[in-house]
């Protein structure tokens, strides 16, 4: 089972496909789709094809994203949630199944601790995945760990060379 992971935004938008065999996990890729600062629609637009070309890339079984959560920014709020709809919008082109996890729900994944900082996220997730550094920028290494977060909620797969 291949899971991608997605840590939301407009601006920055973490990406990482995981591979669970068995209860092994393997990274296939990660990284950070950036928009560029255009009109909202444009803005969009590319992010659509951005991330229909990571979906494209990496042949994913399940889609698991971040649940937003604001309490500050209505207006951030407000444009990261537009910029998930058209990440599930792809997603779902694709036929993907979808889950979103709350930032407490990761931590207990990856830490096992649901009030883990991101410090002790980001350490679990180079360890977990044997990564030679913890990867930056911080929306990848989020990304990360909610498809780690997804993969380990998801039953015990048995998937030879893909």
Known sequence: MVVLGIDPGLERIGFAAVRKVGSRL????YGLIETPRVAL???????????????????????ATERLLFAVNKRTAMD???????????GAKSGLQWSEYSPPEIKLA???????DKHQ???????????AETPKPD?????L???????????????AGG
Not at 80 to 90: D, E, P, Q
Not at 110 to 116: D, K, T
Not at 148 to 156: N, T
């Open 145 to 159: 760990a909610i498809a780690i977060c997804h993969a380990m909620h998801s039953p015990l797969v048995a998937v």
């Open 80 to 90: 990261v949630s537009k910029a998930l709809g058209v990440i599930l919008l792809a």
């Open 121 to 131: 996220v980001q350490f679990m997730v180079t360890r977990l995945l044997g990564l």
């Open 110 to 116: 990856v830490v096992g601790n649901g009030a883990a």
């Open 26 to 29: 393997e990274p296939l890729g």
């Open 41 to 63: 629609p444009t803005r969009l637009l590319l992010l659509e094809e951005a991330m229909t070309e990571t979906i494209d890339r990496f042949s994913p079984d399940a889609l």
């Open 139 to 143: 929306d990848v290494s989020d990304a």
